[in-house]
């Protein structure tokens, strides 16, 4: 994607439009182009809510109105086409809000250029059952296929309300069927029974960060055969820093194995350090067992570390070409001594956890992630260092802004 669509649509700016035009980003699956919205006739506002509900029922994306396209079989933008007419933002989300069944999250903004505005419209992939029209004469579904909006056959629409039923379940199922060492057992047991067979003293059960981030909305595989190999995914992507750290990116080539890619490095006590993993079934795992005190967690290395991880999880997602739904489980295992490192001048209560695992599961886009990883780290360190008997974690303030550069 153009570097524009990794920013909120808020803050688009002309110049942000007049480089999408120069580059000739192409209309595609999860973008389009309007020279016009006018919503003065029922035609006109209902081929809005097919455009929204066609995007929808596909995994997102974006509507741009006031760009002009190149004459020709590719969609191509050919220049700015600036919309004159005043208070149309508001004139579509009132008709959008009123023609989809469910509703649908949706994120409009008016943007300033010459001579008039351009409306650009982000949608979010459904959730759940599939958005209909139920306005201005239609009571259908529609679906994003390449460049255009078609209407989804009654069979498509079965389809998505089934998948929105079991899907939740057929995820649990392969979570339970994937290697996820700190989801089926806990590390504790499994390094515990490795060392007893191989004659080792039973050491210091030291923390364990996970990051688990599942494809939600994608009932089938995602890493086709084709895209398995040790050098399918780049290391980096750009996170919270410029690079993402040693400690979140594996280093070199993938391992493949039967379930897919992995890189696993094991601590002398033959323990494991880290691992990240991407399942063939559209799932990605990251685990960290940090240096220092038998117990001791990093604080602000934590909160950076998981940011950057989930940043890079968006990345693969992105270049599987997946933009729905993903489940997050951000957690600490063997959490029952752990204590998060403080500076010594801070004047905070912690304690030990007391518990086995500490953390939060929450739901997010890809393009959430994408945008800014940085609500779902503040919503997964409140609650864990809630564990440790803080209100909330202090690398962020009231608002959830990080309180350090």
């Known amino acids: 994607m153009d570097r524009i ?9 002309a110049e942000d439009l007049a480089d999408l035009v120069k580059a000739k980003f ?21 081929e809005a809510a097919k455009d929204v509900s066609g995007l929808a029922n596909a995994q997102g994306g974006w509507l741009l109105y006031g760009i002009e396209e190149e004459d020709g079989d590719e969609p191509l933008p050919k220049a700015i086409f600036p919309i004159s007419e005043e208070g149309l933002q508001t004139k579509l989300e009132n008709v959008l809000d009123d023609a989809l069944a469910p509703r649908t999250s949706f994120h409009a903004a008016t943007i300033p250029v010459r001579d008039g505005v351009v409306v650009a419209v982000r949608v979010e992939p459904r959730v759940g059952a599939p958005i209909m029209v139920q306005g201005y004469g239609e009571y259908r579904y529609y679906r994003r296929s390449g460049t255009r909006t078609i209407r989804m056959s009654a069979a498509e629409v079965a389809e998505a309300h089934a998948n929105a039923k079991g899907r939740e379940e057929e995820l649990a199922e392969v979570l ?6 700190a989801r089926i057992t806990r590390l504790r047991s499994v390094d515990e029974a490795k060392l007893a067979l191989q004659g080792h003293p039973k050491p210091e059960w030291r923390p364990l960060v996970t990051v688990v981030v599942a494809a939600i909305d994608c009932p089938r595989p995602l890493l086709a ?3 398995i190999s040790p050098d399918a995914f780049p290391e980096t992507w750009e996170g919270k820093r410029r690079q993402l750290p040693a400690t979140v990116r594996p280093p070199g080539r993938w391992v493949l194995d039967a379930f897919g890619l992995h890189h696993e490095e094991i601590y002398e006590e033959r323990l494991l350090a880290r691992r990240v993993a991407i399942y063939r079934q559209g ?54 001594e752990a204590v998060p490192e403080i500076p010594a001048d801070w004047d905070l ?13 929450q739901e997010v886009s890809v393009d959430d992630l994408q945008l800014d990883p940085t609500p779902t780290v503040r919503s997964a ?14 690398y962020f303030d009231q608002n959830g802004n990080w309180t350090y550069d």
């Open 5 to 13: 669509f990794l920013k909120d649509v808020e803050t688009w700016t």
């Open 26 to 46: 192409p209309e595609g699956l999860r973008l389009e182009y309007k020279r016009q919205l006018n919503l003065d006739r029922k035609a006109e506002r209902a």
């Open 176 to 181: 339970h069927a994937l290697p996820l060492k």
């Open 225 to 227: 055969p084709d895209r």
């Open 283 to 336: 799932v990605f795992e990251w685990a960290q067992r940090y240096r220092g005190g038998e117990s001791q967690l990093p604080g602000r290395t934590l909160a950076d570390d998981v940011h950057d991880v989930l940043r890079y999880a968006a990345g693969v997602f992105a270049e599987l070409e997946y933009f729905g739904r993903l489940s997050t489980d951000v957690r600490i295992e063997n959490a029952e």
């Open 349 to 361: 209560d912690v304690r030990p956890a007391g518990v086995e695992w500490v953390g939060l599961h």
């Open 381 to 394: 360190m409140d609650v864990i260092w809630q564990g440790f008997g803080v209100t909330r974690c202090p």
